[in-house]
């Protein structure tokens, strides 16, 4: 990326630097957290909230409404968490990099029944485990849920038990 | 609330607590060499290093030694720099960071800048000898360390987390190891959970132990030998972080033994005796001859010397051993390689990968990289050897040195011009 490029607009005010930063500063731990739910990897994850939050400096001056930049952002991780799990999955990668799995932290520290439900929540379709994470992790509520994945609420209802199904059969299927 | 949306609430906050800092936002690009966010991907199969531990950032193991052991570190980190930092670009997938010990303490650097970022002075009454690395985060590693007297004497273990850009930037904190015995070798599994530690004797045991707690996972022994890669030789202490590697995957170790052969065991094999379960890769210091003539001087031999470091990387066509290696011509009867060089000889000095698969039983020998210098300024000393401190899977890329007659070249070293980029050493040690 050529530095031109992360350069804010030039509508972008002069505090938006400072804006920005402090924006960082306040929520970027809790973003990578939701990233490292839902990619697994840390590294990825601070690389995406990284970019989310360069895309925000660069874009601050196009932004149709500056006073709610956190769900502008935590929008730009989704996406970027989407576009890592999709470079994951794709074919002709080596394994490690295929895999999804949670940090040797993690592993570490969840239970047997909590690995299960790590292990069912990787195994969920992208859409489900974005619903249940931002559900359940973010303790969002389907509204907001629903903007930050651009879909309905009809749709993050039926995402959400779906996702919850999935979820009981895998830890029913685990114990039999 | 369900059981299962109680579950899913406590597993992602479980998940998400191993993250306890963030690297402050770049909002413009970095002078000098550095890495883009897309360049910090992380290959972890890839990642095996020898006795110089590169870094990169936090996470495993560590908050389980915090939270469960409940431990507290034994030091706050001392941040230092002591170089100015250099303009290097350094291939992709090559770490950031490493770790070493020196003078009995633990030194953390940048690999790119060669500033020392942190200094660990030792806790009282111990000497800090090695730091062994690293999990698939490049972020934790294990350091050990000498008591001499008193309750617990002997080996000491602590585990080390960098946090670069963080506060501290790295954590030593003790492990909840029994194992007083000096290691003849140490190693931890690439997912963080599990350390292997080899004990030479008779009988000389491998074992594995949880990270997390420090319990005992497997354990097998044979009845009397050296987890070594090398005869010792007089006056040498052999490196423990030669003799033992992790595959990729956590599921086999692969050991030194007795400077003959590299082994490997998986670890779900049931405990026991060691050497029947065991399947030998290659066998070390096999000298070959069927190599292109730009690899040997004269056309002669290459010898594949395991004492100078060896890897095990899981290739497209199975299991591979590779190695260091010098390129010498070969001596006549009675003749050394220093007397090589005082009759006019050259000594081509290369670092590279040589790689023996198994293949339906036969090894299948292949050279992946070229030599990169050519000296003969004078005798040879003991240290002089090719040191490898990492190298990528294919062995295409390597980082590690070339010492001969006490004159170390050390950088990245890769196929082709220029074939080194060269590093600042990490300060104190003889082989960089």
């Known amino acids: 990326m050529d530095i031109a490029d992360r350069q804010p607009s030039s509508e972008a005010p002069a505090g938006a630097a400072a804006l920005v930063t402090a924006l960082y500063a306040e929520h970027a731990l809790g973003l990578v957290r939701l990233a490292v739910v839902m990619t697994g990897d840390r590294a990825s994850a601070e690389d995406i909230v990284q970019e989310a939050f360069l895309g925000l400096y660069r874009r601050w001056g196009q932004l149709p409404d500056t006073s709610a930049p956190l769900a502008y952002v935590r929008v730009s991780v989704l996406n970027g968490c989407r576009t890592a799990l999709r470079r994951r999955a794709r074919p002709g990668l080596p394994a490690s990099e295929g895999q999804h799995a949670e940090s040797a932290e993690a592993r570490a520290l969840l239970s047997e029944e909590q690995r299960a439900v790590a292990a069912a929540l990787r195994n969920l379709p992208q859409r489900q485990r974005e619903a249940l994470v931002l559900r359940y992790y973010l303790d969002l509520s389907e509204a907001e849920i629903a903007l930050a994945m651009g879909v309905t609420r009809g749709t993050v209802k039926s995402a959400t038990h779906r996702a919850l199904a999935a979820i009981g059969a895998a830890l029913k299927e685990g114990s039999s | ?432």
């Open chain 2, 1 to 432: 609330m369900t059981r299962a949306e109680d579950l899913v609430r406590s597993t992602t906050r479980a998940i998400a607590s191993t993250v306890g800092d963030v690297p402050p936002l770049r909002l413009e690009q970095a002078p000098g060499p550095l890495r883009s966010p897309a360049r910090r991907q992380r290959h972890s199969a890839s990642r095996w290093w020898l006795g110089f531990a590169p870094v990169a950032a936090a996470v495993a193991v560590v908050l389980l030694a915090v939270g469960l052991v409940l431990v507290k570190p034994v030091q706050n980190a001392t941040t230092t720099a002591t170089a100015t930092p250099t303009h290097v670009v350094v291939p992709d997938d090559v770490p950031e960071y490493y770790a070493w010990t020196q003078a009995g303490r633990v030194l953390v650097g940048n690999l790119v800048t060669g500033a020392t970022v942190v200094s660990f002075e030792p806790p009282s009454g111990v000497y800090l000898t090695a730091v062994y690395g690293t999990t698939d985060d490049d972020r934790t590693f294990v350091v050990t360390g000498d008591r001499a007297r008193g309750t617990g004497a002997g080996t000491q273990w602590y585990l080390l987390r960098i946090h670069p850009g963080g506060t501290p930037q790295a954590q030593l904190t003790p492990l909840p190891l029994p194992v007083r015995q000096a290691p003849a070798g140490v190693a931890i599994s690439p997912d963080g959970t599990m350390l292997a530690v080899a004990l030479s004797g008779s009988p000389a045991v491998l074992r594995v132990y949880s990270m997390a707690t420090g319990a005992l996972l497997h354990a097998w022994s044979a009845p009397a030998g050296q987890f070594a890669a090398a005869k010792a030789q007089s006056g040498s202490v052999p490196g423990a972080a030669m003799a033992l590697r992790w595959s990729p995957d956590s599921q086999h170790v692969a050991y030194a033994w007795n400077a003959t052969a590299i082994d490997i065991v998986g670890v779900t094999t049931p405990d026991g005796s060691l050497l029947p379960i065991s399947a030998t890769m290659a066998k070390i210091g096999t000298t070959r001859t069927a190599f292109p003539s730009q690899y040997t001087a004269a056309g002669t031999a290459v010898t594949c010397d395991a004492a100078h470091g060896w890897d095990v990387v899981q290739g497209a066509q199975g299991w591979a051993v590779a190695c260091a290696a010098t390129w010498l011509p070969t001596p006549a009867p009675g003749q050394s390689s220093a007397d090589l060089c005082r009759s006019g000889h050259t000594i081509t000095f290369g670092i590279g990968m040589q790689s023996a698969y198994q293949v339906n039983g036969s090894e299948n020998l292949q050279l992946a990289q070229q030599p990169m210098a050519t000296e003969c300024s004078g005798q040879g000393r003991p240290q002089d050897g090719a040191y490898i401190a990492w190298t990528n899977a294919g062995g295409t890329v390597i980082i590690g040195s070339l010492v001969l007659n006490g004159h170390s070249r050390f950088g990245i070293f890769t196929d082709g011009n220029p074939g080194l980029t060269p590093l600042p050493p990490p300060p104190g040690n003889p082989a960089w």
